[in-house]
């Protein structure tokens, strides 16, 4: 069975986004695959990032993967903080990426424009991300389109070590899901929904009350067109139904048909409730977690003692093949 490995940062309240882009489809793919998934808490702290805050959102992200319906017995579920291993090989990762490849990478150049002052941590990003995924001998990587540039950095380094030194790493593919890959704010359907954004009103948090929920597609932006179709020149009309459509695991064509005749209102009534129907019950199981930590953290250390064991023998290999000293 190929491994399949995928991760989400601690840096917010998950969003409806992140549900639909990475924990929907995980429900899914740990079926098919033998999985590992993760929560990113080291590459968090490439923003400046409120302690308190950040321990608070690696509970609550562990919690969601749990409560989503994400099995601990049958997947490795854990915290990257945890594995010192990503570390290690995220140093060896920066030795072998050249500067240049390094400084075309998207997010970095668009943090860049934004900030004055951007971490070498941020910089580095990619590398301990390429770390994180060949630590596992990872086959498939999930993520969104935006992240897909990444995926080509990693497969570059792993090739280049394997090439340099001794075939070591798996070359992992990344996959995008065909629906609901990328989901937009409400407000501003041309830009992607974020953990941190400067409206509240954009984003739809897995946490959120149903009141909250359906208030918030009330004021999705829309159109004049007064036609629900999914095309390039409706984006909001087309974030609701791309949203409808996976909520109800259904095409983007039949959601259409669904709403023919209809309204605006009737569109973000209908999206809104679908999505109330599927957080409602994981925001509950989410608040009995919580009262929890000990249970948590139990589930936390089971998990990180599994991935140290693969990331481990992943560190021995490459020690091994370029010349450094193991002592264990």
Same mark, same amino acid.
């Given at each position: 069975?190929?491994?399949?490995?995928?991760?989400?940062?601690?840096?917010?309240? @998950?969003?409806?986004?992140?549900?639909?882009?990475?924990?929907?489809?995980?429900?899914?793919?740990?079926?098919?695959?033998?999985?590992?998934?993760?929560?990113?808490?080291?590459?968090?702290?490439? %923003?400046?990032?409120?302690?308190?805050?950040?321990?608070?959102? %690696?509970?609550?992200?562990?919690?969601?993967?749990?409560?989503?319906?994400?099995?601990?017995? #049958?997947?490795?579920?854990?915290?990257?903080?945890?594995?010192?291993?990503?570390?290690?090989?995220?140093?060896?990762?920066?030795? @072998?990426?050249?500067?240049?490849?390094?400084?075309?990478?998207?997010?970095?150049?668009?943090? #860049?424009?934004?900030?004055?002052?951007?971490?070498?941590?941020? $910089?580095?990003?990619?590398?301990?991300?390429?770390?994180?995924?060949?630590?596992?001998?990872?086959?498939?990587?999930? !993520?969104?389109?935006?992240?897909?540039?990444?995926?080509?950095?990693?497969?570059?380094?792993?090739?280049?070590?394997?090439?340099?030194?001794?075939?070591? $790493?798996?070359?992992?593919?990344? %996959?995008?899901?065909?629906?609901?890959?990328?989901?937009?704010?409400?407000?501003?359907?041309?830009?992607?929904?974020?953990?941190?954004?400067?409206?509240?009103?954009?984003?739809?948090?897995?946490?959120?009350?149903?009141? =909250?929920?359906?208030?918030?597609?009330?004021?999705? +932006?829309?159109?004049?067109?007064?036609?629900?179709?999914?095309?390039?020149?409706?984006?909001? +009309?087309?974030? @609701?139904?791309?949203?409808?459509?996976?909520?109800?695991?259904?095409?983007?064509?039949?959601?259409?048909?669904?709403?023919?005749?209809?309204?605006?209102?009737?569109?973000?009534?209908?999206?809104?409730?679908? !999505?109330?129907?599927? @957080?409602?019950? %994981?925001? #509950?199981?989410?608040?009995?977690?919580?009262?929890?930590?000990?249970?948590?953290?139990?589930?936390?250390? #089971?998990?990180?003692?599994?991935?140290?064991?693969?990331?481990?023998? =992943?560190?021995?290999?490459?020690?091994?093949?370029?010349?450094? !000293?193991?002592?264990?």
């Amino acid at each position: 069975m190929e491994r399949l490995y995928s991760a989400t940062k601690p840096t917010g309240k @998950l969003t409806l986004g992140n549900y639909i882009g990475a924990i929907k489809n995980w429900k899914e793919m740990q079926e098919k695959y033998s999985s590992i998934f993760c929560v990113a808490d080291l590459h968090s702290l490439t %923003i400046n990032i409120d302690k308190d805050e950040l321990n608070e959102n %690696i509970y609550n992200q562990f919690a969601t993967f749990i409560a989503a319906g994400l099995d601990p017995e #049958k997947n490795i579920i854990y915290c990257q903080s945890q594995v010192k291993e990503h570390a290690e090989l995220g140093w060896i990762m920066n030795c @072998l990426t050249y500067f240049g490849e390094a400084s075309r990478m998207t997010q970095f150049k668009d943090h #860049k424009q934004k900030e004055k002052n951007v971490s070498v941590g941020l $910089f580095a990003y990619p590398m301990l991300m390429a770390a994180d995924i060949l630590l596992y001998n990872t086959n498939v990587v999930p !993520v969104g389109v935006d992240q897909m540039q990444h995926i080509e950095i990693c497969r570059d380094i792993a090739m280049r070590f394997n090439s340099r030194y001794k075939e070591t $790493f798996v070359i992992p593919r990344g %996959i995008v899901p065909k629906t609901g890959a990328k989901i937009m704010g409400l407000l501003d359907p041309t830009k992607k929904m974020a953990k941190s954004g400067d409206n509240d009103n954009d984003v739809i948090y897995i946490e959120d009350d149903d009141e =909250t929920i359906m208030k918030k597609f009330k004021r999705a +932006v829309t159109d004049s067109l007064n036609r629900i179709k999914y095309c390039e020149e409706q984006p909001g +009309v087309s974030n @609701l139904l791309t949203i409808y459509a996976t909520m109800k695991n259904i095409k983007i064509e039949d959601a259409e048909k669904h709403f023919e005749g209809c309204g605006y209102g009737e569109l973000k009534k209908q999206t809104a409730q679908s !999505v109330i129907d599927e @957080l409602s019950p %994981i925001r #509950k199981k989410i608040f009995e977690l919580k009262q929890n930590k000990k249970y948590l953290e139990e589930l936390m250390e #089971k998990g990180a003692e599994k991935a140290r064991k693969i990331a481990r023998e =992943t560190i021995k290999k490459v020690y091994e093949n370029v010349g450094l !000293v193991n002592i264990d």
